[in-house]
Structures are given as structure tokens and as C-alpha cells.
């Protein structure tokens, strides 16, 4: 395992490149608009980790209810899986409480899953299963 990416929850995804991009000096690998989680999202690349700023398009999103309630910052911690169906699995096992009982996938094949935070201590918890190569 290792950390995948850090997601940060914003409410204006251009604005907060500001920091990001001018004042740290990190780059904008790629942004997506993810329609099924309702968030726009951008990628800057930190060694072998992403920091992924995340901020809604619609007002009812999970993420419009966080930024409501909690207000901007630390979103979640995303850690890379060889096998996300089976990690799932084994936290089933050990009385993890899951957010998704399955993984969802990306349009570029990425499998993801969140662990609730009562069962990590407070941490929204994300796993990560990349495409395999073909």
C-alpha cells in the first residue's frame, strides 16, 4: 500500500490552484469533472502522491454537505491497493464499517472505495485499485 493521494475539499477549484500553482509551485497535472460524484476535481502531482483539490457542481453532492458543515480543508486520505475487492473484503471481515460495500470504477478504470471514518478514527478513508496494464 502507499498514499495515493491527499484530497482537499475546496470551494472553487480555480481559485484554490492559486495557492497551489503560484504560491507552492506545484503544477496542474490534469483536472476531471466527475458527474457521478458531482465534484470537479484537480490533480497536482507531489513525488509519488497527488494532492486533489475537489469542489462541487451540484448544492445536494456529499461533498456540497461537507463544505457546508465542515467548511474547506482535509477531505480524505487515499491509500493504493493491489486488489480493492478483496481489501474490502478482509475489512468486512475485521467489522469495518464501508461507506461502498463494492468499489466503484473511474472512466479510466479505477476502482475506489470509502471506509467511514468511525471506523478509522476520524479519517474519511479512501482505497485505490489502479488499472492493470494491458
Known sequence: MKINH??????DVDVARQFWEVALGLEVQHTERNEEEAVEIAFLPTGESEIELIAPIT?????????????A??????L??????ARLEHLKAHNVE???DTPKTRPDGTKY?????RSTGGV????????HEA
Open 113 to 117: 472505495a470509502f471506509v467511514h471514518p
Open 80 to 85: 493504493e491497493v493491489d486488489d480493492i475487492a
Open 98 to 100: 464501508l461507506i461502498n
Open 59 to 71: 448544492d445536494d453532492s456529499g461533498v456540497a454537505k461537507y463544505l457546508a458543515k465542515k467548511g
Open 6 to 11: 491527499i484530497a482537499i475539499v475546496v470551494e
Open 124 to 131: 474519511l478513508l479512501e482505497l485505490y485499485e489502479l488499472p
Open 73 to 78: 480543508g482535509l477531505h480524505h486520505l487515499c
